[in-house]
């Protein structure tokens, strides 16, 4: 009896193990399926701004058409980026985790914009 | 009457495809013109051996990807600025990323399409913490110098580029949105401004 129970509870432990393998490969497979996200995409107005939601960004990306003072960042102003001459811009950081953002600096709608985290 | 009646075909086809072509060509935007044009012919750097980057780093693929544009192949990819940003041509015109450093964490990257101006620019502050926020861009053959100019009277800073990519560390202080103007003086004698707005809107 006491051999057995031995033998029971490394099969316990295991499957506790495997089970946790299979739901840290789950969660991984999960966060590379949502890294990246299009947080906006369409019509800007003027002053507007688009935020991602949260996770470890270190990619955010503006498409809109040149001559459209545009601004990206991340967090609460981290690495707050502006330009209005080249497209597309991205800015790069390791913020840890947190939200992408993309503004309209400008005084009017903007078309197309598409704002994109990853 | 077959004759006359072929002859006015003729004409009408004529008249038509005249019409089309010149369609066409209205339609189509004329190239950037220019010694100054910001194409990657002004850019000097980029056609330079010296200033080949020899091993394409991994962001490299990762700005050519994000951007949908050709990641670039063994001497394609430049050094400009000294060393600041690599930068290589595409279809979209000519892309660089810079100041991409594993250490301080943050970088940009861009493409400039073709332009009549003869510099870009892209104003950023690093982190939340910094003080010190930059303007960087482009700059082709002919500018001598950028000077950026900051709102307020808080003065100017002047900068050269080097390799056809300038940067100006702006003041302590400053941010982005506190950048008025940026201007080029060119070989020529000639100088180029571009005024900047940037409401604070956050």
């Known amino acids: 009896m ?17 089970l946790a393998a299979v739901f840290a490969a789950a969660l991984m497979l999960v966060s590379s399926a949502i890294s990246s996200q299009t947080y906006f995409s369409g019509t800007m107005s003027g002053g507007q701004s688009a935020t991602s939601g949260s996770n470890y960004w270190s990619q955010d990306t503006v498409y809109r058409p040149v001559g459209n ?27 840890g985790y947190t939200q992408a953002h993309c503004q309209n600096l400008t005084g009017g709608s903007v078309s197309p914009v598409t704002c994109i985290a990853s | 009457v077959r004759l006359r009646t072929a ?96 250490r301080r964490g943050f970088g940009v990257a861009e493409c400039v399409a073709p332009t009549s101006a003869p510099i870009e620019w892209i104003a950023t502050t690093p982190g939340l913490g910094d003080t010190i926020s930059v303007v960087e861009g482009l700059a082709t053959d002919g500018v001598i110098s950028v000077r950026v100019r900051l709102c307020d009277e808080r003065g100017t800073v002047v900068t050269r580029p080097h390799d056809n990519f300038y940067v100006a560390r702006l003041p302590a202080g400053p941010r982005p949105w506190n950048v008025c103007e940026v201007s080029a003086r060119l070989a020529g004698g000639a100088r180029y401004n571009e005024t900047i707005a940037i409401p604070h809107h956050r």
């Open chain 1, 2 to 18: 006491v051999l057995l129970s031995r033998r029971a509870r490394p099969g316990v432990i295991g499957m506790a193990a495997a």
């Open chain 1, 69 to 95: 003072n545009f601004a990206l960042w991340f967090g609460s102003g981290s690495g707050y980026t502006t330009n209005s001459g080249s497209n597309p811009f991205s800015i790069f950081g390791s913020y």
């Open chain 2, 7 to 102: 002859l006015i075909i003729a004409v009408v086809a004529a008249v038509a495809l005249a019409a089309a072509a010149t369609l066409i060509r209205l339609r189509r935007d004329p190239p950037p013109a220019g010694p100054y044009a910001l194409t990657s012919e002004h850019l000097g750097a980029l056609a330079s051996p010296r200033t080949i980057v020899r091993r394409i780093p991994s962001v490299a693929q990762r700005v050519a990807v994000g951007f949908g544009v050709e990641t670039p192949g063994p001497s394609q990819l430049h050094r400009l600025g000294g060393g600041s940003v690599s930068a290589w041509r595409t279809r979209r015109g000519v892309c660089w990323f810079g100041g991409y450093t594993p």
